[in-house]
């Protein structure tokens, strides 16, 4: 008897620091960064929302999702350009997706594999999503032109960084 109680204790203390975390655009936040013409720029995106369930969890996942059209700079002429065909195309393809591969916890955090669609093309990231003392966050790079986003206006990346980067900032 002394076992099954003991085994019972384990398991339901396991579960209970397994982490589920639903998180949008009113309680955290998704930033992008890059430079237009030797300028940096950051902007993030108003509307959005993703479900974290942490290992250890038994099936690990992390879901996002977000509205391209709600992306914002504070420029009005970028934020005007964002949402055109050549750019996020919003009127085709108007939310982009994350969904988790992978969850591996780490001495930090979680590295995270997944697939990130954007305009209708899906590519592998990969990144470490951190614990530190005011919640979780994780940053990224990811290739502009890999998911066709300027390819026609600025296909050699003169006037927009090719490299645009992703911050996830989830507080406590």
Not at 28 to 54: D, I, V
Not at 88 to 96: E, S
């Amino acid at each position: 008897m002394r076992i099954i109680t003991m085994l019972m204790y384990c398991i339901l203390s396991c579960s209970a620091l397994a982490e589920t975390i639903k998180i949008d655009s009113k309680n955290a936040s998704l930033q992008f960064s890059g430079e237009h013409a030797g300028r940096a720029f950051t902007g993030k995106f108003n509307e959005w929302q993703a479900t974290l369930m942490l290992p250890p969890e038994t099936e690990p996942r992390i879901e996002a999702q977000f509205s391209l059209a709600s992306a914002e700079t504070g420029n009005a002429m970028y934020d005007e350009t964002l949402v055109e065909d050549d750019w996020f195309n919003v009127k085709n393809t108007p939310t982009a997706k994350f969904v988790a591969s992978d969850i591996a916890k780490t001495d930090s955090g979680y590295m995270v594999k997944g697939e990130l669609s954007l305009r209708g093309i899906s590519h592998l990231v990969t990144f470490a999503l951190t614990r530190n003392q005011t919640g979780l966050s994780a940053e990224f790079d990811i290739d502009r032109l890999a998911f066709g986003i300027g390819k026609e206006s600025d296909p050699d990346a003169e006037w927009v960084s090719r490299e645009i980067g992703l911050r996830l900032t989830i507080p406590k």
